[in-house]
């Protein structure tokens, strides 16, 4: 199947700073990629919908300032988390849809886990 | 989208089939339902997804019953690898964004 990876792997950085998480899919054009997040113990919860060249559309409850999210390319998603704090230490992952699917397969990151000290 | 049903959590022998099942009844008509798994600190895995009729892949089978509102994911032969959460989710969007329930957690046991 497709492949999509994410970068970092996992991160820890202090509260305060942001960090950026990138999303590509490496062997096909994502129009659309999708953010989840996922606290311990808990299932992925959707964030946002990202599409390439245009603004995301945030979850209901999500901050777009604080979790700003850019498609510049049709491999590229990023996820920045704006001064970070404690609580939004979390395991972060991405979805894309491609092009020319019709299975209805969505191909999904290996998630990038952020601890905020 | 409409919301599933599915038990938290189940064993299986290995070696034998797992059947997980999964309820939507209020799943309308032009809604798939999908099949995911997560094994522990990994993203999604997608297993599967039908419409009406029952579909079978490399990994497992799908059942759908005839009024659409349960379905039963089929893994013939449960290895221990196959221990993770399992997502029943249905959408009307292929390649769409996907809303997680809570999942299945199934158990493989030697």
């Known amino acids: 199947g497709a492949v999509v990876s994410q970068h970092p792997s996992w991160v820890i950085c202090k509260s305060g700073t942001s960090v950026k998480i990138e999303c590509r899919s490496l062997?096909?054009?994502?129009?659309?990629m999708f953010w989840y997040r996922q606290f311990p113990k808990q299932s992925l919860m959707l964030m946002a919908t990202?599409?390439?060249?245009?603004?995301?559309?945030?979850e209901q409850g999500v901050e777009k300032d604080k979790f700003l999210i850019n498609h510049a390319s049709l491999t590229l998603s990023t996820l920045t988390v704006t001064s970070a704090h404690p609580e939004d230490s979390s395991f972060y992952i991405c979805?894309?849809?491609?092009?020319?699917?019709?299975?209805?397969?969505?191909?999904f990151g290996e998630g990038s886990r952020l601890t905020v000290l | 989208d409409a919301k599933t049903t599915q038990p938290p959590s189940m064993d299986c022998a290995e070696g034998r089939a797992a059947n997980l099942p999964c309820n939507h009844s209020?799943?309308?008509?032009?809604?798939?339902v999908y099949w995911y798994r997560q094994i522990h600190s990994q993203g999604p895995q997608y297993i599967i997804h039908?419409?009406?009729n029952n579909e079978t892949n490399e990994m497992a089978s799908l059942i759908i019953t005839e009024d659409r509102k349960s379905s039963t994911l089929i893994l013939p032969h449960a290895t221990l690898r196959d221990t993770a959460v399992y997502y029943c989710?249905?959408?009307?969007?292929?390649?769409?964004?996907?809303?997680f329930g809570q999942g299945t957690e199934l158990s493989v046991k030697p």
């Open positions: 979805s894309a849809a491609g092009t020319t699917f019709h299975t209805g397969e969505l191909f």
């Open positions: 062997d096909f054009q994502a129009t659309t």
């Open positions: 990202s599409n390439e060249g245009s603004k995301a559309t945030y």
């Open positions: 209020t799943i309308s008509g032009n809604e798939y």
């Open positions: 039908g419409l009406k």
């Open positions: 989710i249905v959408s009307e969007n292929q390649g769409g964004k996907l809303i």
